[in-house]
């Protein structure tokens, strides 16, 4: 009797006790966050920008990038702080999510590029693009057009397909403008936002670079319609448009975040392919210097004539050794001796970069000549080499805008992005506070995707890049407007980046 | 009594829980643990076969049989107040168990017997949780077969030597890191399997009895590596470039353990007894996976040796009925930086009850063991990544609630 009672007391004291679950001391509920806009007011974000705006990755815009676009980022986190609705364009006709582009039948923008695990090698991936230039007018919150440089964005027809044959339209703006002849940035306007990003001059100084400095460095030219594509835009016209944004932006006592321009000369797409990719044995090497030998005594004639310095004499001396070397390479800013039959050729040196698109040149047989090799026998062009005096001037133009932007912020009392900064930071490799870090790198092998920030592309980020920016957005909004935006972890997203078995 | 056989059996099926500091699973007696599980000194009953061998020329009975199972119901919670993470882990009811059988040879020579599970560990996250790059779940258990032989050449003093035979199984499923998918945004999973687990130890053990009132002992078991040599890996929602199979090897190390106890009885119905145990982790330096075609994994553990302090009492109500009651106090043998949530185990506070209904050779024992792990916040610092070193962080909070049955036999 005892016994049981006892036995009942022991299975009574059980289930209490099992009832009671371990509970914190201050409990975090998710459902329950209070988080502060601070000075700032989110109800209408406009995203003002180019392709890093419009969530472009991987060589392309398609779906699953812009659904994780830095502005949509910031826009959920504002949503906890009074923000309102945040439109991106339509891409539901990207139904591969591949993106590119086809005007009928001809593909205009090719569609993402993917590493082919089976080829090692990153290509465009073995698909038709879907999308078309069928337009589905804005505007929408997310005004980044991929493709757009400062002057584009206030040119009346960037949107007008009957532009399109002339190359002065832009395929994402004539999918998404209001009407064929708004600019961009009176669609952004309408939207009479109250809190707005700004990140534009980036392909103003991209495209020089990654063109090998094939363009022209336009300071002082202040008519852009005179422009080619590959040239540096005139800082005077990119503080000049820039001014007259903020002071539209800003005339309704709408409040906002102004970004840095990067170095384009260090993001992967030009630091990745090395000055000296050609492995040589001893008996190559000597053959090859054999075939030079005409080519340096016509140097050292030169030389001997006064017709070039010491200096550049030994910079166009073409050696090769056993082990790595130089790609030979054509530089226009040497001493024209074309007249004496002399190419303005030399050896690349550690000063010289290499787009992503040499390497897939370097070492292949010339097209013109099967017999001859590119950059061994047969130099490389202008295009493929951004040279130490190109670099120079990229530095030069980015660093003007960039003291434009600082300038301006403070006289509109705006916050600033700094992602000048934050690419140096990565490139000397991005410690967060968790401790795990980030790097400029490029792809180099499924190991390589927990700690890469750019793309396939070697220009955009991928997933976990666009994570990391919008932290950086949300530091500079906290610190400029008091507000309590909570940030992300970068590493729980996807890089976003396709590995597939067979392309 | 029927439903208490058909508990057992089943049991037998079922893998044990995550207990007591780090893996240890400090079930083995519900006589014992209604007073604190101390019995390193306490000479009474078939699970003393356990808790010290050398003690079973103390017990008084020329053979002693026990069985018993001690289900387990635990809860750990998780948050992390930076992010907004919570998590809580589904644990099932499991069962660790024991079976025990002491004989006297002669007055000089007696044998133990003893079959039991003293490591464990059964832990269910919500799938796909924060931490699920660490642990989605994992259940580890390790069956210890341990017969000792006692020479008793006094009336006061009596030692035992052990041989330990274990095997053991180890089932443990994580996320390959904290993003990779397969196409459809699955998380890419790794499952181990390893059935093959196996070592060996020993085991040490005194007893002393210097008086009717006063007993003394020790006991020691050795560390026993646990070791796979034929685990089977298998990569679920694979997004391409993984393979799908592959095999590894791993060791795990069920810690060395000392006990020294006291107990002294008043008068003839009252007993108190006090126990410090203490768990060599230290072995435990990093948790290896060697594997055919995946990268190997090192996960740094440096666990600390730990203490655990025992205190219980027991009253005999009557000659059919004991009633007893206990508390102890169990370390965390886990450093700062290196708490994961595989083994979530912070320092824990321990209530005890329990009782023994005597029926002639039979006897009944039951016991209630309720742990509170206190609210512990920190970080595994030592997740590789590529090439850093994520930190993961929170806090983790924990109890469970421990019914013990058993029967014992003596003859």
């Not at chain 1, 986190?77 to 339509?90: H, L």
């Not at chain 1, 422009?227 to 835009?233: A, F, I, Q, R």
């Not at chain 2, 002639?360 to 997740?383: F, I, P």
Request: net charge negative; glycine share 8%; aromatic share 12%.
């Amino acid at each position: 009797m005892i016994m049981k009672t006892i036995y009942r007391l022991l299975i009574v004291a059980a289930l209490m006790l099992a009832a009671c679950e371990p509970e914190f001391k201050n409990p975090v509920d998710p459902n329950n966050v209070e988080v502060s806009s601070g000075s700032a007011d989110f109800s209408v974000y406009v995203a003002v920008g180019n392709s890093l705006t419009a969530g472009y990755m991987n060589g392309t815009l398609y779906k699953s990038g812009q659904a994780y676009s830095f502005p949509k980022l910031l826009a959920d986190r504002m949503k906890e702080a009074g923000g309102g609705e945040f439109t991106q364009p339509f891409m539901d006709d990207d139904t591969k999510d591949i993106g590119g582009m086809m005007m009928g039948n001809i593909q205009i923008l090719e569609p993402k590029l993917v590493v082919d695990a089976g080829d090692k090698a990153v290509e465009r991936i073995n698909d038709q693009p879907t999308m078309t230039l069928t337009p589905h007018p804005g505007p929408y919150n997310n005004m980044g057009v991929p493709a757009a440089k400062i002057f584009h964005y206030v040119y009346n027809g960037y949107g007008n397909i009957a532009n399109m044959a002339s190359g002065t339209a832009n395929p994402y703006f004539v999918r998404m403008a209001s009407s064929p002849n708004a600019s961009v940035f009176e669609d952004v306007l309408a939207q009479h936002p109250t809190f707005f990003t700004l990140w534009l001059g980036n392909n103003d100084v991209l495209w020089y670079a990654t063109s090998g400095g094939a363009g022209t460095d336009q300071t002082g030219n202040t008519d852009p319609s005179t422009y080619g594509p590959n040239d540096l835009t005139d800082p005077g016209v990119f503080a000049y448009i820039y001014n007259q944004m903020l002071q539209a932006l800003t005339a309704g006592g709408a409040k906002g975040v102004v970004a840095t321009i990067p170095d384009v000369a260090s993001i992967p797409y030009m630091t990745t392919v090395p000055y000296n990719p050609v492995p040589l044995d001893q008996a190559t090497a000597d053959a090859l210097n054999q075939a030079y030998a005409q080519y340096n005594g016509a140097i050292q004639q030169a030389l001997a004539g006064g017709l070039i310095s010491q200096d550049e004499a030994t910079r166009r001396t073409i050696h090769f050794q056993a082990g790595n070397n130089a790609v030979v390479l054509v530089d226009e800013d040497l001493t024209d001796l074309t007249a004496l039959n002399i190419p303005s050729l030399r050896q690349a040196t550690a000063d010289d970069l290499l787009p992503l698109t040499a390497a897939s040149v370097i070492g292949k047989p010339d097209p013109n000549n099967p017999q001859l090799i590119m950059g061994v026998t047969s130099p490389l062009g202008d295009e493929y080499v951004l040279t130490a005096d190109e670099t120079a001037k990229v530095r030069t133009v980015t660093a003007q805008y960039n003291a434009t932007i600082q300038a301006l912020a403070q006289q509109y009392d705006l916050a600033v992005a700094d992602m000048a900064a934050a690419l140096d930071e990565l490139a000397a490799g991005l410690r967060l506070d968790d401790n795990s870090i980030y790097t400029a790198n490029y792809f180099s092998g499924a190991e390589t995707l927990p700690n890469l920030f750019f793309s396939l592309d070697g220009v955009h980020p991928n997933r976990k890049g666009y994570v990391i920016l919008a932290n950086r957005f949300i530091d500079a909004i906290n610190a400029k407007y008091g507000a309590t935006l909570r940030k992300y972890d970068p590493g729980y997203f996807d890089t976003n980046i396709s590995i597939l078995p067979q392309n | 009594m029927k439903k208490l056989i058909m508990l057992l059996t089943l049991s037998v099926l079922l893998p044990v829980s995550a207990f007591a500091g780090g893996y240890r699973v400090a079930l083995q007696g519900a006589r014992m643990l209604g007073m604190a599980h101390a019995g390193v000194a306490v000479f009474g009953g078939a699970e003393t076969v356990f808790f010290n061998p050398a003690g079973i020329g103390f017990t008084g009975s020329d053979n002693s049989f026990a069985i018993g199972v001690s289900p387990v119901i635990s809860k750990v919670k998780y948050q992390n107040v930076q992010h907004l993470w919570t998590a809580q882990t589904h644990n099932p009811v499991v069962t660790p168990l024991y079976a025990y059988y002491s004989h006297k040879i002669s007055d000089l020579f007696y044998l133990g017997l003893a079959l039991y599970t003293p490591y464990g560990s059964t832990v269910k996250w919500d799938r796909d949780w924060a931490g699920s790059h660490l642990v989605n779940e994992i259940s580890l258990r390790a069956f210890f077969f341990q017969p000792s032989f006692v020479i008793k050449p006094s009336d006061y003093f009596s030692v035992a030597v052990s041989f330990i035979v274990a095997s053991g199984s180890i089932h443990y499923n994580k996320n390959v890191n904290r993003f990779l998918t397969d196409g459809n945004g699955n998380r890419t999973d790794i499952t181990l399997d390893a059935e093959d687990a196996s070592g060996a130890g020993f085991g040490i053990s005194v007893a002393i009895r210097p008086s009717d009132k006063v007993s003394l002992g020790f006991n020691y078991r050795s560390t026993v590596w646990l070791r796979s040599r034929y685990g089977v890996a298998t990569i679920n929602n694979n997004p391409g470039f993984l393979p799908a199979h592959d095999h590894f090897s791993a060791a795990l190390p069920m810690p060395a353990e000392t006990s020294f106890g006291l107990t002294y009885r008043p008068v003839d119905k009252l007993m108190f007894t006090a126990e410090l145990d203490e768990t060599f982790w230290s072995v435990y330096k990093s948790l290896d996976i060697d594997f055919g075609k995946l990268p190997d994994t090192r996960m740094a553990k440096n666990w600390d040796d730990s203490f655990t302090y025992r205190l219980g009492a027991q009253y005999s109500v009557s000659t059919h009925l004991d009633v007893r009651a206990g508390y102890y106090f169990d370390q965390s043998p886990i450093p700062a930086t290196y708490f994961a949530p595989e083994t979530p185990s912070m320092d824990s506070h321990n209530w005890t009850l329990g009782f023994t209904y005597k029926m002639g050779k039979l006897s009944v024992d039951a016991a209630l063991l309720y742990k509170t792990e206190k609210e512990r916040n920190d970080s595994y610092d030592y997740y590789i990544e590529g090439m850093s070193a994520p930190r993961f962080s929170g806090s983790y909070v924990a109890n469970a609630i421990i019914p013990s049955f058993g029967i014992q036999y003596q003859f």
